[in-house]
């Protein structure tokens, strides 16, 4: 497994080994010892989600207030542009974003730690995407970011309108711009 930095430090990119031929492939898609060895962290995941969304979706930016996730993400059909928000308020990227395009073909996966807001935007027909969490799903500690926050701006790759859901049209912007 390849780890790699983004601009923000602690939010990694993670290249799992990929083993083909002319039947197909194989990879180890997460393993909890290389997970901790690559990444440098303890965390044990609790649940694993499916999204299937539409072209032209914009789900998030989701956290949890006092129950954070940390969130292990990759895509196994289509193609997202995924974004984590540093929103740990003593963290010197706080209100920064980090974003990549996941894709069914490069099995890239994005490690963000608990304490980031989370969201994708799906950039071809349909996206199916899996997602670990270090923490379980609470509804009552669910909030949401604004997608389009003038101040952490976030440079989504929009060729119309997102469609978003009522919850997502009314997030809340992080900080006063």
Same mark, same amino acid.
């Given at each position: 497994?390849? &780890? $790699?930095?983004?601009?923000?430090?602690? %939010?990694?990119?993670?290249?799992?080994? =990929? *083993?083909?031929?002319?039947?197909?492939?194989?990879?180890?898609?997460?393993?909890?010892?290389?997970?901790?060895?690559?990444?440098?962290?303890?965390?044990?995941?609790?649940?694993?989600?499916?999204?299937?969304?539409?072209?032209?979706?914009?789900?998030?930016?989701?956290?949890? &207030? $006092?129950?954070?996730?940390?969130?292990? %993400?990759?895509?196994?059909?289509?193609? =997202? *542009?995924?974004?984590?928000?540093?929103?740990?308020?003593?963290?010197?990227?706080?209100?920064?974003?980090?974003?990549?395009?996941?894709?069914?073909?490069?099995?890239?996966?994005?490690?963000?730690?608990?304490?980031?807001?989370?969201?994708?935007?799906?950039?071809?027909?349909?996206?199916?995407?899996?997602?670990?969490?270090?923490?379980?799903?609470?509804?009552?500690?669910?909030?949401?970011?604004?997608?389009?926050?003038?101040?952490?701006?976030?440079?989504?790759?929009?060729?119309?309108?997102?469609?978003?859901?009522?919850?997502?049209?009314?997030?809340?912007?992080?900080?006063?711009?």
């Amino acid at each position: 497994m390849k &780890v $790699t930095s983004t601009v923000i430090p602690d %939010v990694l990119i993670i290249e799992p080994r =990929v *083993f083909g031929d002319p039947r197909g492939f194989f990879f180890e898609s997460f393993n909890q010892r290389e997970f901790n060895a690559a990444t440098g962290t303890d965390f044990s995941f609790v649940q694993d989600n499916h999204s299937r969304s539409a072209k032209g979706v914009l789900r998030g930016l989701h956290y949890q &207030v $006092t129950q954070p996730q940390g969130k292990l %993400v990759r895509v196994v059909r289509g193609a =997202v *542009f995924d974004v984590a928000v540093d929103i740990r308020p003593a963290s010197p990227t706080f209100g920064q974003w980090a974003g990549l395009e996941l894709n069914e073909d490069d099995h890239r996966q994005l490690w963000m730690p608990p304490g980031f807001a989370h969201g994708f935007l799906v950039l071809g027909e349909s996206a199916d995407v899996l997602y670990k969490t270090t923490e379980y799903y609470s509804p009552t500690d669910e909030a949401c970011l604004a997608w389009d926050d003038p101040g952490i701006g976030i440079q989504w790759p929009l060729r119309s309108p997102p469609i978003l859901s009522a919850k997502d049209r009314q997030g809340r912007k992080l900080k006063p711009v």
